[in-house]
């Protein structure tokens, strides 16, 4: 959504030849995105690859998981925001269920 405001900002800038506005509106917008992924195992979450400073490090997926998720933290201008997404999981949600009992979520 902010992403799409900041666009249309661009568009609106160069159509109207608004140049300062546009450039004033990227020194405001500086953005980051980082992310981390968590798999959830038998033996609760474990940290696995991440994004940081523009560098992933890759991590050695846990052959027993029975989820994935990522955790996106991102900065747009003076607001910072965290979201979850499952990118991967097994089929039994009976088991995820059980450890998500044991262990928690990572995401609502």
């Not at 159509?15 to 405001?28: I, N, T, V």
């Not at 991590?59 to 955790?71: A, G, L, N």
Request: some cysteine; glycine content about 6%; hydrophobic content about 35%.
């Amino acid at each position: 959504m902010q992403m799409t405001i900041f666009l249309c900002a661009i568009v609106d800038a160069l159509l109207s030849g608004d140049y300062w506005f546009f450039r004033e509106q990227c020194k405001m917008r500086i953005m980051f995105e980082e992310w981390t992924e968590w798999h959830l195992t038998p033996h609760g979450w474990e940290a696995g690859s991440y994004l940081s400073n523009g560098s992933v490090l890759e991590r050695e997926i846990p052959p027993d998981r029975v989820q994935t998720c990522r955790s996106i933290e991102r900065k747009i201008g003076q607001r910072y925001s965290t979201e979850w997404a499952v990118q991967w999981e097994i089929a039994d949600k009976q088991k995820i269920a059980e450890l998500h009992g044991k262990f928690g979520r990572q995401y609502s």
